[in-house]
């Protein structure tokens, strides 16, 4: 029923500007009363992140960025959601206007820049509620103006472990100057050793979240690297800054910031496959990047991918899409006789990983 108003509402939000439509769907999911998410078929629950999961479709980081309306997102269907990023101290963010909808490609380019509410904020909020039901992940960055990088991830980690069931280490934001060369092999190894260091006892799932701009080289290094410092899943991938020539609405494309949706579909799940490839099995991995179909989502699987995010799709084709997409699923699973998401996960990773999606 939720979905149903939410898509009703899609014309009215698209009218107005992308910030303030996104502000306006939080401050309405925020309204909501508690609901309980519909039940999930058994056959969709995926064994990840240290954690059953109901279902495999979750939200992407960027969404809740100020950790507010988690249960109101649980309860339109994911499986999981990511909130924020979050940085220890509030910062701005860029200037306005920072998002741009690039219709005809169903895409997104954003440059919001971290615009954070801090950490305290998010720290008060997931405290409040703390106990309740869902899985639920807080992606996590550097403050612009840090003199310590690293030491600001381990302030979240140190802050958010024991509020929530993971914590995304977004090394691939390229709106902050300078944070995707945390991505290189030297810092990366220093970064991940702080956070592990800094989740101590409460063991909290550590995710590593990567830029799809990597060559195949940089993949190996930050695989070598994730795997030696006991990260425990990897999410492929953030928005790209490359711009595909087949992009229609070429005066928007020229926008500086990270594009999503659509675009992104195929070099993400082709960078998943490949990922894949390398992983071997000793880790889950979060597929995410043009995600707006069950077709997309079951490629995603089929490259690797154990989970899957979306973002972009949401702005575009509402909430009744996650229930489309779950639906989907089951049909892929009943049509190819698997009893479960995991049977399928990689199956096709070779033939991705060559650029043949099917
Ligand atoms: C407006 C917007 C804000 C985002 N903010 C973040 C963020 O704070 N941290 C992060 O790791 N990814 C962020 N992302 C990236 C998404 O989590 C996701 O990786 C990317 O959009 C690709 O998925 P999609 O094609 O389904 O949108 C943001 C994306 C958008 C569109």
Not at 4 to 31: C, K, M, V, Y
Not at 48 to 76: F, H, T
């Amino acid at each position: 029923m939720i979905a149903g108003l939410f898509s009703f509402a899609l014309p009215f939000l698209h009218a107005l500007d992308p910030e303030t439509a996104h502000q306006l769907t939080i401050r309405s999911l925020g309204l909501l009363p508690p609901i309980a998410p519909p039940r999930d078929d058994p056959r969709l629950s995926v064994e990840a992140l240290g954690r059953p999961i109901p279902n495999p479709v979750g939200l992407a980081a960027g969404y809740d960025k100020q950790c507010e309306v988690p249960d109101a997102l649980l309860s339109l269907g994911f499986g999981f959601v990511e909130l924020g990023g979050v940085v220890p101290k509030p910062q701005p963010g860029n200037p306005r206007p920072r998002v741009f909808r690039l219709r005809s490609d169903e895409a997104i380019i954003n440059r919001f820049g971290l615009n954070s509410h801090g950490l305290e904020a998010a720290r008060v909020r997931l405290l409040a509620r703390k106990g309740r039901p869902g899985v639920v992940g807080v992606n996590i960055g550097a403050n612009k103006d840090s003199g310590d990088r690293i030491g600001d991830y381990a302030a979240c980690v140190a802050t958010l472990s024991g509020l929530v069931d993971f914590l995304t280490v977004n090394v691939s934001s390229p709106n902050t100057p300078g944070l995707r060369d945390l991505q290189g092999e030297a810092f990366l190894d220093d970064l991940l050793a702080r956070v592990g260091e800094a989740r101590g006892e409460s063991r909290t799932t550590i995710v590593l979240k990567i830029a799809p701009d990597i060559s195949l080289d940089a993949l190996d290094a930050i695989v070598a690297t994730a795997l030696r410092r006991g990260v425990d899943a990897l999410t492929v991938s953030n928005t790209t800054v490359s711009r595909p020539a087949s992009l229609r609405d070429a005066a928007l494309a020229r926008e500086a910031g990270g594009l999503s949706g659509k675009p992104l579909f195929a070099p993400s799940t082709r960078l998943l496959a490949e990922t894949y490839l390398r992983i071997e099995g000793r880790m889950p991995l979060i597929g995410v990047g043009g995600v707006d179909s069950a077709e997309a989502a079951w490629a995603k699987i089929r490259a690797g991918a154990s989970l899957i995010q979306l973002y972009t799709a949401l702005v575009y084709k509402g909430p009744g899409l996650i229930a489309g997409i779950k639906r989907g699923l089951i049909r892929f699973l009943e049509a190819e006789r698997l009893a479960s998401i995991t049977e399928a996960v990689g199956r096709d990773a070779h033939r991705i990983a060559q650029g043949d999606l099917g």
